[in-house]
């Protein structure tokens, strides 16, 4: 450019001239970086967001919608289809017996404390196997797309049962299960579908018990 304007300098000045060029440059490479960084670091607060806003407020597990999509997703991020047989899992709906009684003689608060430590001991039990989700006021679903043999779940099913019996020093607190154990992949519909039969089934065994239902 000076050549064309006919101004002549110095090779000091000329050094000194590139290197401001690169110097400019490289900030500009900086500043491009740091605001891909920012965009990434916005990108994922959101994301965050988008999930905490689907979780359970009052349990801190997946609400309804997060829990129903994790299902589907969960079974077609797997193979369905093994090289003998199909891939099978479990699916459960946990409805606390006589909930309405412990929210009207106890109040709102022993009501709430009593979701949060069913929530709490079906994470501690399930989520190592799969999810657990609050699916309604007093209900809760869990599906298992890990390996379990039946007599395992029946372990763990017994093992819950007799962990929330106790949370409450006024009353025994016990829930209905219904138990699908399905091939995949099955819909949300037939899932919720087959374990209300089920539960129908429980409830009239007198409750605080499990039902399992295989296809």
């Keep these: 450019m000076f050549g064309i304007y006919g101004i002549k300098v110095t090779k000091k000045i000329a050094q000194d001239i590139l290197h401001l060029q690169v110097?400019?440059?490289?900030?500009?490479?900086?500043?491009?970086?740091?605001?891909?960084?920012?965009?990434?670091?916005?990108y994922n607060y959101m994301k965050?967001?988008?999930?905490?806003?689907?979780?359970?407020?009052?349990?801190?597990?997946?609400?309804?919608?997060?829990?129903?999509?994790?299902?589907?997703?969960?079974?077609?991020?797997?193979?369905?289809i093994d090289n003998k047989s199909k891939r099978k899992g479990w699916f459960?709906?946990?409805?606390?017996?006589?909930?309405?009684?412990?929210?009207d003689t106890l109040g709102h608060t022993v009501g709430d404390e009593t979701l949060k430590q069913i929530a709490e001991?079906?994470?501690?039990?399930?989520?190592?196997?799969?999810?657990?989700g609050r699916v309604g006021g007093d209900e809760f679903a869990v599906i298992i797309n890990e390996?379990?043999?039946?007599?395992?779940?029946?372990?763990?099913?017994?093992?819950?049962?007799l962990d929330i019996s106790t949370i409450l020093p006024e009353?025994?607190?016990?829930?209905?299960?219904?138990?699908?154990?399905?091939?995949f992949p099955?819909?949300?519909?037939?899932?919720?579908?087959r374990t209300d039969d089920a539960l129908y089934k429980a409830k009239e065994k007198g409750r605080a018990c499990?039902?399992?239902l295989d296809e």
């Design 48 to 80: 965050h967001r988008e999930y905490m806003g689907e979780m359970d407020a009052l349990t801190n597990v997946m609400g309804r919608r997060l829990f129903l999509n994790y299902c589907t997703k969960c079974q077609n991020d797997r193979d369905d």
């Design 92 to 103: 459960l709906f946990i409805d606390i017996d006589w909930f309405k009684q412990i929210n």
């Design 121 to 132: 001991s079906l994470k501690n039990i399930f989520s190592s196997y799969g999810a657990v």
């Design 171 to 183: 009353r025994t607190v016990s829930c209905s299960i219904s138990v699908y154990h399905f091939g």
């Design 210 to 212: 499990y039902v399992i």
């Design 186 to 193: 099955k819909s949300q519909k037939e899932l919720l579908t």
């Design 147 to 161: 390996k379990m043999t039946k007599e395992q779940l029946e372990e763990q099913l017994k093992k819950f049962l």
């Design 23 to 42: 110097q400019f440059l490289a900030a500009m490479i900086s500043l491009n970086f740091i605001l891909i960084v920012i965009i990434l670091m916005i």
